[in-house]
């Protein structure tokens, strides 16, 4: 089982080795069995809104700096990558 601890801080590459950033922030969706991870948060926005929140109606992470997790390959101690852009 992962735990929301161990990618909170994760690097994220792209399978091509670019790198993204660190993890932020985790995005889930409500489902009727609980929740269900939909996207990983990096980039200043992301670090931002993590400190301070955000305001108004509008989430600004979803702007560019959520990936989602169809995006995620591979799962390493300290790694996450992700296929190359576009993005699912």
Request: contains cysteine.
């Amino acid at each position: 089982m992962i735990r929301a601890s161990d990618l909170i801080g994760c690097e994220l590459r792209t399978q091509s080795g670019r790198r993204l950033g660190r993890v932020h922030d985790l995005r889930a969706q409500a489902t009727e069995d609980g929740w269900q991870l939909v996207g990983v948060v990096t980039g200043r926005r992301g670090i931002a809104a993590r400190l301070v929140g955000s305001a108004g109606s509008v989430d600004p992470l979803i702007q560019g700096d959520a990936i989602p997790w169809q995006a995620v390959k591979a799962l390493e101690v300290g790694l996450i990558t992700v296929c190359d852009e576009p993005w699912p």
